[in-house]
């Protein structure tokens, strides 16, 4: 790559909101791709490669807060910088 500087390591369990102890801001100043099952999606909040799964927020259904409710997929998880 022609990037001069150095993308962190992605951590094996990572998160969108900013208010999850699993949050690591220097991770999300590039962009990051995951790949459930071999199919890219652009619509994760957060993964555990590990454990394999991923959270996508429900279409309709908030929690108490007026957040979007989690839904978690399972399968093979790969996650790499863009």
Not at 24 to 42: D, P, Q, S, Y
Not at 47 to 71: H, N
Request: aromatic share 8%; hydrophobic share 35%; proline share 7%.
């Amino acid at each position: 790559m022609s990037d001069n500087n150095s993308k962190p390591a992605l951590p094996d369990h990572l998160a969108g909101n900013p208010r999850s102890p699993h949050y690591v801001a220097e991770c999300f100043e590039h962009a990051i791709g995951i790949r459930l099952n071999g199919k890219e999606r652009t619509d994760v909040e957060e993964y555990c490669i590990s454990e394999g799964w991923v959270k996508i927020a429900s279409p309709k259904a908030k929690d108490r807060w007026g957040q979007p409710m989690l839904v978690k997929l399972k399968g093979e998880v790969e996650a790499f910088y863009k």
